[in-house]
């Protein structure tokens, strides 16, 4: 899991680094939770808030039968427009490559469903 976590992380950077897109989501997730979370939330805790939804989404809906709470949390829904302006295409299918832990068929299920 530590490797799929830094792979994850580095898909954030260059998205930081390059994607406009990303950037204003980013940036509007992070005012966002300086009004609603605290006004001591920064960057990098966006980013690890944001690589917490992706990798836990999967277990969360599965876990718990009330998935509604989940798509109506401003939050989440938040975390979800940030994902879609990066973790598309090319970049979901790395990950997922990456998240295959070779032999045991254990991988991060969530990144294949979209």
């Avoid at 006004?39 to 998935?67: C, G, K, N, W, Y």
Wanted: glycine share 4%; hydrophobic share 40%; net charge neutral.
């Amino acid at each position: 899991m530590p490797a799929v976590l830094d792979n994850l992380r580095g898909a954030v950077d260059a998205a930081q680094a390059g994607n406009v897109a990303y950037q204003v989501a980013a940036q509007t997730f992070l005012e966002q939770c300086h009004q609603t979370i605290s006004p001591h939330i920064t960057a990098t805790d966006v980013r690890e808030m944001l690589l917490q939804h992706i990798l836990t989404q999967d277990i969360f809906l599965r876990v718990f039968a009330e998935s509604q709470f989940h798509h109506e949390n401003s939050i989440a829904r938040q975390l979800e427009n940030l994902e879609r302006t990066f973790f598309t295409g090319d970049v979901r299918r790395e990950a997922i490559d990456r998240s295959r832990v070779p032999g045991s068929g254990v991988r991060v299920r969530r990144l294949a469903k979209r």
